[in-house]
């Protein structure tokens, strides 16, 4: 066993750090009061390789492994999470399902853009009834010969404006169950393509999040993504690695939070010295600290397992149905530190708190990670 990273990750996470405090930082509470998309910086992001990351590079990626993955994403989530979710969902949920199971055709076409960064793409599982209960899709894909003809709705999608290109699941054989669903590539210009409002978030408020509607779109049958009826597994077995990517977002939360309670308890004073010298605040730095570590080890253990090509499903839920909790807890205790101050945008804490509670929402819910994880355990 090597704890050791390599050179290559600590310039990889160098190269994180300082783009998310160079380019990030400044202006990420009026962008997150805003709600602006950071645009600007997901182009640079995608200049640098950030958005195709694990992706070869004879599909425009920059050909790194998971662990990197995991490292850059906690950087980047320590400054804006709002960017580190566009940048996750990129990365893997729509590159990863793109080089792992689209054909020659798709690479070339697609993952090339999406992989450098020249577009980005959204993944469209979720529906108004079909959340955590993926199997019941209402969007059908009803096969007319040489193509689908789409309708329906999806909710919550991240890059629902901003992205071009679409992974959309939809049922095409409603009585074969989670055995009926495709997935299918859409282009966000085929007619009948309809972005909805966005939605006004507690958080992540820089990352666009829309409806997303149907209406006979014609998708040619070679956008189909794997055999007929494949969709749902390659929903599920690409979540797995989303959930990955979630899991740091959440650690990069958790640690930005921390390293801003650490920072200020050793300058503000308090009953005549340094807060930090009060043990109240010692035991929840310690704490802080502790359940970080944690979330760390467990998402690069994931990420071990995918790039040994383990089954990561198992240690996937559980990094993030353990770092999650871990960044919804350290950032409230981030506030409680900050007291007063904290309660205020200036701060940051508070902003990042918001953004905790998404990552125990989205790419499956605590709840459906533990069903993740009690299968697997009682299998
Ligand atoms: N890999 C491969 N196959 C898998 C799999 C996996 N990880 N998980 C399930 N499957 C297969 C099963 O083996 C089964 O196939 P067979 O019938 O051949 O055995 C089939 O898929 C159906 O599986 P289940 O019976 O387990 O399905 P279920 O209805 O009980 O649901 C669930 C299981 C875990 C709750 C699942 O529905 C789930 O993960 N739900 C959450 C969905 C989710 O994460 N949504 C996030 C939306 S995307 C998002 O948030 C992106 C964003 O914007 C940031």
Redesign the pocket.
């Known amino acids: 066993m090597d704890f050791q990273l390599t050179e290559e990750h600590l310039m990889i996470q160098k190269a994180a750090r300082d783009f998310a405090v160079n380019e990030l930082l400044p202006g990420v509470i009026e962008r997150d009061e805003h709600q602006k998309f950071p645009a600007e910086q997901i182009k640079k992001l995608g200049e640098l390789g950030f958005l195709g990351m694990m992706v070869s590079p004879k599909y425009g990626g920059a050909g790194l492994d998971t662990i990197s993955y995991v490292l850059a994403m906690e950087e980047i989530s320590k400054i804006d999470a709002s960017a580190s ?1 566009v940048m ?2 990129n990365n893997s ?1 729509v590159c990863w399902g793109l080089e792992t199971f689209g054909t020659e055709e798709q690479k070339q076409k697609y993952l090339v853009p999406l992989a450098s960064g020249q577009v980005i793409g ?2 469209m ?2 529906e108004p009834e079909a ?5 019941s899709q209402r969007t059908t894909a009803e096969d007319k010969g040489d193509h689908y003809l789409l309708n329906g709705t999806k909710n ?4 629902g404006n901003s992205a071009s290109v679409y992974l959309v699941m939809a049922q095409t054989h409603p009585e074969k ?3 009926g669903i495709n997935a299918l590539i859409v282009e966000k210009d085929m007619p009948g393509v309809t972005i909805g409002a966005k939605e006004n978030k507690l958080g992540i408020r820089g990352s666009d ?1 829309h409806s997303v509607m149907f209406q006979d779109v014609k998708v040619p049958k070679e956008n189909r993504i794997g055999e007929d009826g494949f969709g ?2 390659f ?3 690409t ?2 690695g ?2 990955i990517g ?1 899991a740091s977002q959440a650690l990069g939360i958790a640690s930005g939070a921390y390293e801003l309670a650490l920072k200020y308890s050793k300058e503000r004073k308090a009953f005549g010295k340094e807060i930090s010298q009060h043990q109240a605040i010692q035991f929840k730095l310690a704490d802080m600290a502790t359940r970080i570590e944690g979330a760390r080890l467990l998402c690069l253990k994931a990420a071990w397992d995918k790039d040994q090509h383990n089954d990561y ?1 198992l240690s996937s839920s559980m990094a993030k149905v353990f770092a999650s909790e871990a960044a919804m807890w350290v950032s409230t205790e981030a506030v409680q530190v900050h007291g007063g101050y904290g309660y205020v945008k200036e701060y940051h804490v508070e902003r990042l708190m918001r953004d905790a509670k998404i990552t125990q929402i ?4 605590s709840e ?1 990670q533990r ?2 994880i009690s ?1 697997a355990i009682l299998s």
């Open positions: 979710v996750s969902v949920l959204a993944f599982l979720s959340g955590s209960d993926a199997t919550w999608i991240t890059n169950g989670s055995k999040t749902f597994k929903a599920m077995k979540l797995a989303g959930r979630i499903t989205y790419e499956g819910t459906v069903i993740v299968r």
